[in-house]
């Protein structure tokens, strides 16, 4: 018995040690295999994308609630590139502007940006927005001012297909995004989801409206 008791606590904080480490590990699930899961979530977007592709001859034309694929800005479009080179986008409500902002200008977005979908955030943890609601709703949330040029890869590219009133839901490889290092609460090699809103266009030389 002697022997016995002295097995006891051992046992115990064996025990107490595996629960912590499960709960450890659970904490870093969200994150495990985490290049791997992204480069898939948007192969998988790219797939959805190319069976459209072949019905639409232009952005304008492509009806609301359809994915479809716009090629970086950067990059020449008579050849071929991976699913890295693209940002996949679905028009949610189409606005009734009729211009697209240029690379030199500035723009006022709604904007909500989301990590794909997880364990723990099953739409996708927050990672940076304007809004103020759950949805958008241009009475209460105020759009954000931004320079094209310096918004990442594939909001740019994105944006300059869009006009004033647009919302759109963008997924963005990391080679469109902030691509292999950290930034702040975003890992390295994470897909982007964004949600966009196109409120106001200010060309060069011009000012946006003050608020």
Known sequence: MKRLSGIIPVLTAVVLLAFSSCKETKEFDDHANWQQRNS???????????????????VE??????MFKLLSFKLDSEKNFGSGSYVYC?????????ESPQYTDSVRINYRARLIPTDNYPEG?????????????PSVN????????????GVTTALMHMCCGDYWKLYIPYDMGYGTKDQGIIPAY??????VNLTEIAHTGEDLSPR
């Open 40 to 58: 898939d979530f948007i192969e998988a977007k790219s797939i959805q994308c190319d069976l459209n592709s072949q019905a639409y001859t232009d």
């Open 190 to 195: 994470s897909a982007l989801i964004f949600e």
């Open 142 to 153: 105020i759009p954000a001012s931004f320079a094209v040029s310096g918004l990442i890869d």
């Open 90 to 98: 679905e028009k949610i409500i189409k606005g009734n502007g009729t």
């Open 125 to 137: 943890q927050v990672v940076d927005q304007s809004f103020k609601t759950s949805s958008l709703d």
């Open 61 to 66: 034309s492509i009806p609301v609630g359809t």
